[in-house]
């Protein structure tokens, strides 16, 4: 016995080195997807403090806790994470995971490629925040206009680092797109056609064409940047010799406005999942949802400018600008009503991925109302850069992409590691959560309509904006205790959570047809697929879904 090596044995424990080895060198989506969920959480973590510590120097006027340029640095860092290293891979990551499940297909596309993207991301990651340690981080805002990120108005080695990591993670990112765009099309179980896809598929088919399209524009935009830097370029710096700043806007937001429905639209896949399992009914108006998920895509492309409102592009433009801006509300809407109406008349269990749901459509419906004032450009010259516009972006990203992807997590935490995390924990998780939320953001509506700029290190002790400044410094740290609860419920789960079956929430998609993980090959056998709820079907043969208009 003492010469068969221990690898060998029944039920052998791979040594640590051996396991660690197997995640690095992984080409099987589910533990890139992983591996991408985990390091976007670490991201946020980071994110997180980032903010914790923006809220502590601004709790009160004439604060000197952090220096200027201290400051400065945070909160570009502390954007900058939340939109590159958090919300997009996040996403990219939960679309790794489940895609290929979802369309009973063994793996995506393009595996190799697949495992690049990741280290990619991962390095990209750690290139940012080298940054620190190199001379100082990035200091002129996540979007870095030009001439502020120029020589010679800034020589800061971060605004490189900058520049240089968001290069890798765009191309990353560019290459994770393709490869879910010729996985869905390609790689779909026989009987899953375009009109059986699930809406969250849906969502990520058309985020990834999002991605390819519009990632470029940052790309380019970066590239010119550090010619200007390094190689003495004149795209952005000065006008008398060619350079235009407003360039800079222009490629930014090219990039920038799709950027928000590439975190929003699979945030709307995640919500069109769980809203309907657990209402017990299939969603309402199913083709309306995907119709509005291309028009949206398409729109998209259509209203960079209203971002640039304050340029001073001419009215005509401004015009042109605000009604598209309104329109891209309409198939939003559409998708807030199909929820709704999903959700009435329904048997409603209200777990925490449910609460998550419920929020996000209360939320994110409060980001998108004030979007639409902001399409009012005579409204958007009077609170353009104060809070009012940190208060829409974050009840848009967070009460929208975070609280669908908390939504998410608890919804298919079961399958990603065949524990269930606990509903008690995850109830105090989400009322923290709701109360840290709406008491940072929802003031700053108030903060900004009373003229309080963005981005300013500290303040003078004018009326009220003392008061609300500390209000929303307390909800930031109260969001931060319901961060903590969430680690604690993920790690206590892991160790000692419930297990979990292979479909402990009677879902219909096929990813809850196989077991919980799943193994390597996804599935042992792929269920027939004959409607838009293959696992109806199996416990239902004499009520098939196509009676339901479901087919």
Excluded at 263 to 271: E, H, Q, R, S, V
Excluded at 273 to 280: A, G, L
Excluded at 472 to 494: D, E, M, Q, R, T
């Amino acid at each position: 016995m003492s010469d068969i090596p221990v690898t060998s044995l029944p039920h052998a424990i791979p040594h640590p080195r051996e396991r660690m080895m197997s995640w690095v060198a992984s080409v099987d989506h589910k533990q890139i997807g992983i591996l991408y969920m985990t390091t976007a959480f670490f991201f946020f973590l980071c994110g997180g403090v980032e903010a914790l510590l923006m809220r502590a120097q601004l709790a009160f006027p004439e604060e000197h806790f952090l220096s200027p340029g201290a400051y400065d640095q945070i909160f570009t860092m502390h954007g900058t994470t939340m939109v590159f290293l958090f919300g997009m891979p996040v996403l990219i990551g939960l679309a790794n995971y489940l895609v290929p499940l979802m369309i009973g297909a063994r793996d995506v596309a393009f595996p190799r490629l697949n495992a690049f993207s990741y280290w990619l991301l991962f390095f990209g990651g750690l290139m940012l925040y080298f940054s620190f340690f190199a001379g100082g981080a990035p200091n002129v805002g996540w979007f870095s206009y030009a001439p502020l990120s120029e020589k010679p108005f800034s020589t800061s080695p971060g605004i490189d680092y900058w520049a240089l990591s968001l290069l890798v993670l765009g191309i990353g990112s560019v290459a994770a797109g393709i490869n879910l765009i010729v996985t869905i099309l390609t790689l779909r179980v026989k009987g899953m056609t375009i009109r059986r896809l699930p809406l969250f598929v849906w969502m990520t088919l058309v985020t990834s064409i999002l991605i390819v399209m519009a990632l470029p524009a940052l790309n380019v935009d970066l590239v010119m940047l550090l010619i200007d830097r390094k190689l003495g370029g004149n795209f952005f710096a000065m006008a008398a010799t060619g350079g235009s700043a407003i360039l800079w806007q222009h490629f930014f937001w090219a990039f920038g406005h799709p950027e928000v429905y590439i975190l929003a639209l699979p945030a709307f896949g995640i919500i069109s999942e769980v809203i309907p399992v657990f209402s017990r009914k299939a969603i309402f108006g199913y083709g309306y949802i995907a119709a509005s998920t291309v028009a949206i895509g398409i729109l998209s492309f259509a209203v960079w400018a209203h971002h640039m409102f304050a340029v001073g592009l001419g009215r005509p433009w401004d015009v042109a600008f605000a009604a598209g801006s309104m329109l891209i509300a309409i198939p939003t809407g559409v998708k807030i009503f199909n929820w709704i109406a999903t959700m009435w008349g329904g048997s409603i269990r209200f777990t925490t991925s449910m609460l998550y749901a419920i929020g996000f459509l209360i939320f994110f419906t409060i980001g998108g109302l004030s979007g639409v004032t902001l399409a009012v450009f005579p409204i958007d010259w009077q609170v353009h850069d104060t809070y009012y516009i940190v208060a829409h972006l974050h009840y848009v990203l967070f009460g929208g992409t975070a609280f669908a992807v908390f939504a998410g997590l608890y919804y298919w935490f079961p399958k990603f590691t065949g524990r269930m995390l606990s509903e008690r924990l995850g109830k105090w998780n989400f009322w923290l959560t709701v109360i840290g939320f709406n008491t940072t953001f929802m003031v700053q509506h108030a903060l900004g309509i009373l003229g309080m700029p963005r981005r300013a290190w500290t303040y003078p002790n004018l009326p009220y904006w003392g008061i609300l400044n500390l209000i929303s410094s307390i909800g930031a740290f109260i969001l931060g205790i319901a961060i903590l609860v969430l680690i604690v419920n993920i790690w206590v789960s892991l160790k000692h959570g419930e297990r979990a079956s292979d479909n402990p929430w009677g879902a219909w998609s096929l990813e809850w047809a196989t077991s919980s993980p799943p193994p390597p090959e996804n599935f042992e056998k792929v269920p027939p697929v004959r409607s838009r709820r293959p696992l109806w079907d199996l416990v239902h043969p004499d009520d098939p879904d196509w009676l339901h208009g479901n087919a």
